[in-house]
């Protein structure tokens, strides 16, 4: 039997029937949407690699504040601090990495947590240092010169807040690692657990730093004045960049080799509105240069990198030449040169300029300049300067300009730098600063590593290393600048590796070398006279003399042949005089002095001599006359030495 509904009650039940139909799938939706939630809310494993807010190492009271981190067994400590404030989740593994850098070794590292954070690099004493709390891990082999290590920490210790790590060394010989002051910075690799509302991002670029990008035109390799320079594709060439470039641009130069075009910025901007020209790979703000150069030793210049500037001919030209004031210049390669960038405006920044093979490289001559700065203001700052054969970095009359964690380094044989970094021309009130001046071994020429010479007043050398070369005062127009917290590594203690040691040359007068640590050399400190032959503006500075009225406060020596050369020559004349040394300790040397010109009351003050094996050398025949050591020491502390101590 057919049943045949009524019209009502047909109407009643399909609107059930949709009732339930949509109740259901709300809760699908509701259902979905919970498993979308719970999908993205569930555990991730993230992995965040930290460089450290603060490093330095500690030498019984002193700290330093430089380069490189030293570890030795009962002597220095390394203090490293992290920030793990924003890690949201529980750490599963911690790794710290290093790489040795200017003084191999072999022994025991062991890492502890540090109780503590009221300490910074610039401020750590033995009243705030951290001390230690658990042990986190350890590493024993020997570690040689340049290799990258590994040291696995007790995860459970660690905490998401700012954490100070202490290193320190046993059972080996004494070794240093590469600061965050350089590009081979340490690193802390954490790795954690963390609840997140958004999957993790699997694109490796996605990591990597990014600049802020303000609005800019653009600069390809095939770019045309025509265009409008408003993305890529109607980017313009680097010359038509140069010619229109007007306060407040921003030019944008892709990753291409743009050959040798010719270059020359008469236009400035503002303080407020300066001209920058930035280098970029694949996105603008894609390469961000800190603590140093994105260039490292035996890498190549690539213009599938950065934009790269190519000679036409090699040791020839200029490649970029600016004379206005306000500009930036940013992420740019230059190869094969006479001059890599001369910049005679104010206020100009230089930052991750790479400048390779710059002047003659076949034969020795003076040829090949690098950064060429004459205009005030001028900040140098993550550069990278090889094999520029004359000079690499110059400051020449530019007051008040601050160079900033630059390299330079030469390993061409046949024509090496002659000055690594150098202060002159009545530059006054200049910093050079975390900057690392390295000379291969064997070169023919020492080369000058950081020079502050002829006519320069007030400038600062700190928190500086240099490999091979050595730190110069050179002229009577030297006078009250300082170097500090600065090194010096040389290659042996014969006499053919003479090339590092602290020179005062030429009547060099009232400067101060504070904390200044010299290892492994012929001479550390070496005071002479020779004729430059160079005259700057307003006179010959160059005077017959070794220096005098310098004190040295807090200077190291370790492993020399002399702590100190007085002279030689035929200027037997030339004399050093009343400089002073306090508060040093000089340590494994042959003499402490080896005297052929005249001294006049040389003071030795609250110092300390170890391990030496003579005490002072004056040189007989034509320097008899003159070599005799007029020297006091006052409160010094004499051990372990085969000569009677004088006082």
């Keep these: ?294 260039f490292k030793y035996r890498d190549q210049v690539d213009s599938n990198k950065m934009p790269l500037l190519t000679a036409s001919r090699a040791a020839t030209g200029t490649a970029i030449i600016q004379y206005a004031d306000y500009v930036e210049f940013e992420n740019l390669q230059i190869t094969g040169y006479k001059t890599g960038i001369q910049s005679d405006g104010n206020h100009v920044v230089l930052r991750n300029i790479v400048a390779t093979n710059l002047g003659t490289q076949n034969y020795n001559t003076y040829s090949g300049f690098g950064l060429m700065v004459t205009g005030n203001n001028t900040l140098v700052e993550n550069c990278y300067i090889l094999n520029a054969g004359a000079e690499a970095i110059k400051l020449f009359g530019a007051n008040n300009s601050r160079v900033n964690n630059c390299s330079v380094y030469s390993d061409n044989s046949k024509n090496p730098t002659d000055y690594y970094f150098l202060i002159a021309g009545g530059t006054n009130n200049a910093i050079i600063e975390n900057s690392v001046a390295n000379r291969a071994a064997g070169l023919s020429h020492g080369g000058h590593g950081f020079t502050i010479k002829d006519l320069a007043e007030r400038n600062t050398i700190r928190n500086c290393t240099a490999y091979k070369t050595n730190f110069e005062l050179n002229f009577s127009g030297v006078r009250f600048n300082t170097i500090k917290d600065s090194f010096i590594y040389g290659a042996s203690t014969n006499g053919n590796d003479w090339h590092a040691n602290l020179s005062i040359f030429n009547g060099a007068n009232n400067n101060l070398i504070k904390n200044l640590y010299i290892q492994d050399t012929w001479a550390a400190i070496n005071w002479a006279e020779y004729n430059d032959g160079y005259v700057g503006p307003g006179g010959d500075r160059d005077q017959v003399s070794c220096g005098y009225d310098n004190t040295f406060d807090g200077i190291t020596v370790k492993n020399t042949n002399r702590i100190l050369n007085v002279g030689g020559g035929t200027n037997y004349t030339a004399a050093a005089k009343r400089n002073t040394f306090i508060n040093s300790d000089f340590s494994n040397f042959r003499s402490l002095a080896v005297t052929y010109y005249p001294t006049e009351n040389i003071k030795f003050t609250n110092s300390k001599f170890s391990n030496g094996q003579y005490f002072v050398t004056e040189a007989g025949g034509a320097y008899a006359r003159y070599s005799k050591f007029n020297v006091t020491y006052q409160n010094c502390t004499w051990v372990n030495n085969n000569f009677r101590a004088p006082n």
């Excluded at 503590?116 to 042990?135: H, I, R, Y």
Aim: overall charge positive; some cysteine; charged content about 15%.
């Design 1 to 294: 039997m057919k049943i045949q509904f009524q019209q009502p009650l047909r109407a009643a039940l399909s609107c059930m029937i949709l009732f339930m139909f949509f109740s259901c799938s709300n809760d699908l939706l509701e259902e979905t949407d919970t498993l979308q939630a719970i999908q993205y809310q569930a555990k991730t494993t993230q992995t965040v690699t930290l460089t450290p807010l603060h490093d330095a190492f500690m030498q019984g009271s002193r700290s330093y504040n430089s380069s490189i981190i030293r570890l030795e067994q009962n002597n220095r400590t390394g203090y490293l601090m992290f920030d793990l404030s924003k890690i949201d989740g529980q750490i599963t593994s911690a790794n710290l990495e290093f790489t040795i850098s200017s003084d191999p070794g072999h022994g025991t590292i062991e890492v502890y947590l540090g109780k503590g954070t009221n300490w910074t690099e610039t401020n750590l004493t033995g009243s705030n240092k951290p001390s230690s709390d658990s042990f986190l891990g350890s590493i024993k082999k020997s570690y040689p010169l340049g290799s990258k290590e590994k040291i696995s920490l007790n995860a459970e210790s660690f905490n998401a807040e700012k954490t100070s790590l202490i290193l320190l060394h046993k059972n080996g010989n004494d070794l240093a690692f590469a600061s965050k002051s350089t590009s081979s910075s340490p690193k802390l690799t954490v790795t954690y657990s963390s609840s997140s509302t958004s999957s993790p991002s699997l694109d490796p670029e996605a990591s990597k730093p990014i600049a802020p990008v303000a609005k800019g035109y653009f600069v390809t390799v095939n770019g045309r004045a025509t265009n409008n320079g408003l993305s890529e594709s109607s980017a313009w060439n680097l010359e038509h960049a140069f010619k229109v470039a007007k306060a407040g641009d921003v030019f944008y130069i892709k990753a291409g080799n743009y050959g040798n075009p010719k270059l020359v910025l008469y236009k400035g901007g503002t303080a407020g509105n300066p001209i920058k020209f930035i280098g970029y790979n694949r996105t603008p703000g894609d390469i961000v240069s800190h603590n140093g150069s994105t």
